[in-house]
């Protein structure tokens, strides 16, 4: 890498560590299916492809154009609230009504657990539909790569690309090595509730931004 390009590859890195660390939607969706073993790197790969496309969405030119259109805006958050509602009424009805855990099989995948198809599905729609993930990748990485003017506004991305990537799999890699060890079901139902409140809570919030 270039010594003078070198500054902004770690600063996007930095920033981009820093926006995904916080426990939103998309990361509780990771850590629940990463401590039931369920189509972890699947989830993995499906987040880190939304981040980098929506990161290079956001430094090509995103934010040049003034980011997201308050309409589009305004559907994107209805579509996340709505989404989140949904994620937590099912959270909340395992909590209510608990059921045994999908236990590992020799091979290190649940018996009789979520298809690989519902699994795409709920990774596509915690990353696209995810107001959180367009306004921290896609708006606020583009605007902070206008501090650099080309070829860095590029390295700016990849930077941030690469801190996504990092975030995900090390995320992924603690939460299967979790996996193995909680097994009571006492630990599946706290997360269920846990899980439940936070994307209510999440779903209230952006609905009041709209008001």
């Known amino acids: 890498m270039n010594i003078l390009t070198a500054p902004a590859f770690f600063a996007g890195l930095a920033l981009s560590l820093s926006l995904i660390m916080a426990i939103g939607p998309q990361n509780a969706h990771v850590m629940r299916m990463g401590l039931r073993r369920e189509h972890l790197w699947l989830t993995v790969a499906i987040c880190v492809v939304t981040d980098v496309s929506l990161i290079a969405l956001g430094v090509g030119g995103l934010a040049q154009l003034g980011g997201l259109s308050a309409k589009l805006m305004g559907a994107l958050t209805g579509a996340g609230a709505v989404l989140l509602f949904l994620y937590g009424a099912q959270a909340m009805q395992r909590f209510v009504r608990p059921a045994a855990p999908a236990m590992p099989d020799a091979a290190g995948e649940p018996e009789n657990g979520m298809s690989r198809r519902r699994a795409v599905g709920l990774a596509l729609a915690m990353s696209w539909l995810n ?45 299967w090595s979790l996996g193995r060890r909680l097994t009571a079901p006492w630990i599946w139902r706290a997360l269920d509730g846990l899980v439940a409140l936070m994307m209510w809570g999440t779903a209230l919030w952006l609905l009041a931004g709209l008001v």
Do not use: E, K, Q
């Open 131 to 175: 107001p959180h993930a367009w306004l921290d990748t896609a708006v606020l990485m583009g605007t902070a790569s206008l501090a650099y003017a080309r070829p860095d506004n590029a390295v700016f991305g990849l930077g941030a690309a690469a801190g996504s990537l990092l975030w995900f799999v090390a995320l992924g890699v603690a939460m």
